[in-house]
């Protein structure tokens, strides 16, 4: 039909020449975990280049002999200087990193010795934004920027570690509230539900020597999430994955649906349009994993941005086989996205269900739903190479279906096993 055949030339007329192609550029990634893996994974077939910088037989350099990586923390400047020499762009696939110096490497670059012994600074890109990732890894800073935007957030307050200051939030916004650490959080490590002013003591032991803010508590009826890929800095720079529904379990992520169940589709056209707002106010490119609360009156909350491809976007691996949100991570810090028309990249399944493996009390609790996940012809199985700890993430499933229903007759059963871990 001529709507697809103008589509098609728009298509066209924005893929850069061959010869703008940044392909053969080196990318060097901070952080060596599970996202890096699936993005290394991604790298590989195309022919993409990832230097690593994290511990040693990390998961992600168990996938990529590519290249040789560096053994380090991607908090240690020397370290992250070193992998800036080594690369042409450099992103993260965790935010808890130092942006102090990859703000001085983007800004002044990073000094090399040329063959002749001459020292001279070489560009090093940095995506996202150094800007973009300081705001993010401080929650709190976060929050502050998005209301500034216009994005919806629950209503939050910075808090000395004191019993005053908790019990003061309280007076203002009722219990229960949401104690959270501002930096380093991860999996809901860094926040303490404080139930009652008898919680208050309790909630400053488990998050003593943090920096602190309190969020009101949003008494949601569902949580919800949108990959969203973030091309340039211009106003429609911006691209969004489904809305998925996330449930979670002591603030780990469990379970992802996609579609999110009983949710409207116009609701979960609402959920893009305010994540790709939240993402559009940020600087750099890559992907963001936007996480939102579905409200009793159905309104919608951003609780939280991640700067890098996110536990909630694992099922674009299936759902969206030629365009996962990893190959976009990928192609928007080389600059080289594709168009995508109404800025919405769809999944081929009708249903997808994808279930986090944690680690459970011993090494082998994970053993049987394992082996039950690899009996399943459209179940795909990702395990890490992590050593299992209890509730660490060390793998996870993502099963395809023709219908929510049928996904679930299906998961349900693994869904109980992954249950018998926990306990
Ligand atoms: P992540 O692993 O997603 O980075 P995190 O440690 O940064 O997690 P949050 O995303 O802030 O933690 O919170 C984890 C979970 O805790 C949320 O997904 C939600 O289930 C619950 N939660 C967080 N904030 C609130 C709130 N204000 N009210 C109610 N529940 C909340
Ligand atoms: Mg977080
Ligand atoms: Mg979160």
Not at 309 to 314: A, I, K, L
Request: glycine share 8%; charged share 25%.
């Amino acid at each position: 039909p001529p709507a697809d055949r103008a589509q098609l030339l728009a298509l066209l007329c924005r893929i850069p020449a061959p010869s703008d192609l940044t392909m053969d550029h080196t990318i060097g990634l901070l952080g060596g975990g599970q996202l890096g893996q699936m993005l290394c994974e991604a790298a590989n077939p195309l022919g993409i280049k990832v230097v690593i910088l994290d511990a040693p037989s990390s998961p992600a350099k168990q996938v990529n002999a590519k290249t040789s990586h560096i053994d380090g923390s991607f908090i240690d400047p020397e370290k992250i200087r070193e992998l800036a020499r080594k690369v042409d762009i450099l992103t993260v696939e965790i935010e808890h990193v130092d942006t102090h110096v990859l703000e001085e490497i983007a800004e002044k670059g990073v000094e090399i010795t040329e063959a002749d012994g001459k020292k001279r600074m070489k560009k090093v890109e940095v995506q996202p934004n150094w800007k973009t990732i300081r705001t993010i890894q401080d929650k709190y800073l976060q929050k502050g920027h998005l209301a500034k935007n216009g994005v919806p957030t629950a209503v939050s307050k910075s808090l000395e570690s004191s019993e005053k200051d908790l019990l003061n939030f309280a007076k203002d916004h009722g219990y229960p509230y949401m104690l959270k650490a501002k930096k380093d959080a991860y999996d809901g490590r860094g926040n303490y539900p404080v139930r009652s002013a008898s919680d208050v003591k309790d909630a400053l032991e488990a998050l003593k020597g943090r920096s602190l803010y309190a969020e009101k508590w949003a008494d949601f009826k569902k949580e919800l999430a949108v990959m969203v890929v973030k091309t340039g800095d211009q106003g429609d720079s911006t691209i969004a994955y489904p809305t998925v529904e996330t449930v979670h379990e002591d603030s780990i992520c469990k379970l992802v649906y996609s579609p999110p169940r009983e949710v409207s589709e116009s609701l979960q056209k609402r959920a893009q349009e305010i994540a790709r707002k939240a993402v559009g106010c940020l600087w750099g490119k890559g992907v963001f994993g936007v996480e939102l609360f579905l409200m009793s009156d159905d309104s919608l909350l951003v609780n939280e941005i991640a700067p890098r491809p996110h536990n909630s976007g694992h099922y674009t691996i299936e759902a969206c086989p030629t365009m996962s949100q990893y190959k976009s991570q990928l192609l928007a810090i080389l600059g080289i996205m594709p168009f995508f028309p109404n800025s919405v990249i769809p999944s081929m399944f009708p249903a997808t269900i994808m279930l986090n493996i944690l680690g459970g009390a011993s090494e082998s609790s994970h053993e049987d739903l394992v082996k039950r996940a690899v009996t399943i012809p459209t179940a795909a199985l990702h395990m890490y190479g992590k050593a299992s700890k209890p509730a660490r993430k060390i793998g996870h499933i993502t099963l395809v279906a023709s219908s929510m229903s049928q996904a679930q007759e299906i998961m349900n059963p693994l869904i109980g096993l992954a249950g018998g871990i926990r306990a």
